[in-house]
């Protein structure tokens, strides 16, 4: 090997310094000590220039070892001329030759040089191999920290922006106000004068009356002519009297009070607290779960998880607000949710329940990102006897956690009572779509679907969507939407899986705009895209605002409405992509969710979304004004088991499918309980998108059995 440097004695650098073969790193590498025999290799000088390599000196005395002339890589000994070293003394770090370990090695073990080099040379190239190896994870890391440093700008310039409009809302609004309060100022002023003016016009119209008539009066009674009080009297008389009689307004008819009351000190306050900027310092490769659910669940029982979010040094985060994600894979690839409570303590509690014994995978993330040991391997049986133990699981190990932290909740969790038991139905559906007729009297007229990636096939699918004459399907795990005539054929289906703009990467909404577009919620990927009828992509909205949009939906000014499941918060856009209004926070307030599903728009261009951990469904303006809610947790008629998909029918009533319990509820306009969809011959399982078809059926997502159904509906 060859390394141009300056010679030590010849003081250029116009020959390359050479490395003898025994060295195998130069000194100014800092590797551990060892040999460096730099030989100059200018021809005509006998320079050379030896090192004795340590972690703590630059130069000391070693054995110098010219190169042997003519042979390359061979070496001989500067101390015995013409031995050429053939061994490595041990403790020395150093070739020597025979002459060398009788006078100054004698008693130290010594190995082949050849045999050393080769070893030494199998390292190094172990090292590079394992630094080489490094380089993928870098460059992977560093990805995904730009993508971090993406989003991060992109929230940054999205919250800029929403200050920005936010306070300028708030100053038209002030003016509007100031307008307003100057307007009915100068009105009330103006009809307290109106009504001052006419009464003192009258009483200085009398009062000039008085004296026009008092004057002509007076003049004759002061000339003493007999002729003319005679003519007076008769011309005035009557007059005098009707004017020393008259009722006059003497009293004031109005007051001079104007006061202007305003509580600015209280608004002051809420101006001085308005809007505050919510993050943590979380990570998710420091942060953990424990709990007995990460390893087993009792079929049919509510089962908790508790995660503890950490900083990068390990730190305990003390704030909540952490974005938290959960979902369960099951057997079959479909996914179960679950609740997160936030505790607002940096902890907080994944609570689910499972319907069926089987092994699954539970999957925790902190912003889109797997906790320490996540995916988790989970089994659930049929009763507390049939467990596995908890303390000796892989998931414990990966982890260190311990069961202490695990607590067991009463409360209830999506399906944690099904009123309808769902079955999955699986032999007499094919890989082509075909129309299963209901062999049982109930509104079930046909069922198109089973699992599998084909046309006609799906894997988790969510939204569900009808135009004129067709019904469109957001398959979540296939990455794309399939197409249906409203008689269940398979007319087309469209969709690349990817993060860029135009593929899909886990869409779970999907609305047909009156202009025929087809708009999609894209959950993985935090935007909203916009495709022709024939698939084709136009656009994309919502891009660094969403953080989980889920569903959507049109309403009568065509605008685009997003139920964001994660951030729990509802945007609308124009179609262009300028954002119309939002509303929305995380809670349990009238105007707040937790984990708001679906969206639909009545005939009074209202909002109604399903807020599916509140167990209820909200109706809001289209300002986003709350109007009322109804529903509550539990199995009764109008109770809930986390509502997912919401359809409005005609006459304003109201479809909501009820996932935990498996079924389809009806309501009226105000939130009345009507009745239920029949579904009893081929029971659902976590139904999610609904919609009303054209000619008038109800089709619904059935996502655990991967197909959809339509049902009669009577309006």
Known sequence: MEKRAQCKMRGDSTWPLQLCVSAL??????????????????????????????????????????????????????????????????????????????????????????????????????????????????????????????????????????????????????????????????????????????????????????????????????????????????????????????????????NDQLELMMEVEGLRKSIHNLGAIITTNAVASQTEACGEGLEQSVVGQPTSVIITTRDKSGGLCKTGNAIISAEIFTPDGSITDGEILDHKNGTYEFLYTLHKEGDFSLALRLYDQHIKGSPFRLKATSSPDDSPPTTSGANAASTGSSEGGARRRSAKSPGSRSRQKGVRR???????????????????????????????????????????????????????????????????????????????????????????????????????????????????????????????????????????????????????????????????????????HFAAVNNNNEIIVTDFHNHSVKVFSAEGEFLLKFGSNGEGNGQFNAPTGVAVDINGNIIVADWGNSRIQVFDGSGSFLSYINTAADPLYGPQGLALTSDGHVVVADSGNHCFKVYRYLQ
Request: negative net charge.
């Open 426 to 596: 699986g032999g007499s559906l094919f890989s082509t779509p075909k129309k299963k007729v209901n062999p049982i009297e109930d509104d079930l007229i046909f069922r198109i679907g089973t699992k599998g990636r084909n046309k006609g096939e799906f894997t988790n699918l969510q939204g569900v969507a009808a135009s004129s004459d067709s019904i469109l399907i957001a398959d979540s795990n296939n990455q794309c939407v399939q197409i249906f005539s409203n008689q269940g054929e398979f007319l087309s289906r469209f969709g690349v899986r990817g993060r860029s703009p135009g593929q899909l990467q886990r869409p779970t909404g999907v609305a047909v705009h009156p202009n025929g577009d087809i708009i999609i919620a894209d959950y993985d990927n935090k935007w909203v895209s916009i495709f022709t009828s024939d698939g084709k992509y136009k656009a994309k909205l919502g891009s660094g605002r969403l953080m989980g949009p889920k569903g959507v939906s049109v309403d009568q000014n065509g605008h685009v409405i997003v139920v964001d499941n994660k951030a729990c918060m509802v945007f609308i856009f124009q179609p262009s992509g300028k954002l119309v209004t939002k509303f929305g926070s995380r809670g349990n307030g009238d105007r707040q969710f937790a984990g708001p």
């Open 25 to 254: 790193y130069f000194k100014d590498l800092c590797f551990p000590s060892v040999l460096a025999v730099v030989v100059c290799a200018d021809p005509s000088s006998n320079h050379m220039e030896a090192q004795q390599g340590s972690p703590d000196t630059s130069s000391e005395e070693c054995t110098v070892l010219e190169a042997l002339p003519g042979k390359g890589s061979g070496l001989l000994c500067s101390k015995h001329k013409g031995k050429v070293p053939a061994l490595y003394c041990l403790p020395c770090e150093s070739a020597v030759c025979e002459d060398c370990i009788v006078e100054q090695h004698v008693d130290h073990p010594t190995d082949s040089l050849t045999k050393i080099v080769d070893q030494q040379h199998t390292a190094l190239q172990e090292r590079l191999d394992a630094a080489k190896n490094r380089l993928p994870q870098i460059r992977g890391a560093a990805q995904v920290l730009r993508d971090i440093q993406q989003q991060l700008s992109s929230q940054k310039n999205s919250i800029e922006e929403d200050i920005h409009s936010s306070f300028s809302e708030l100053h038209k609004t002030l003016d509007t106000r100031k307008s307003v309060l100057l307007m009915e100022l100068e009105v009330t002023y103006g009809l307290k004068q109106k009504v001052l003016q006419a009464q003192l016009d009258t009483l200085l119209k009398e009062e000039a009356a008085i004296n026009s008539n008092c004057s002509v009066t007076g003049e004759a009674l002061d000339g003493a002519s007999e002729a003319a009080v005679l003519q007076t009297h008769k011309d005035f008389g009557e007059r005098l009297s009707e004017l020393a009689s008259q009722g006059l307004p003497l009293q004031p008819e109005e």
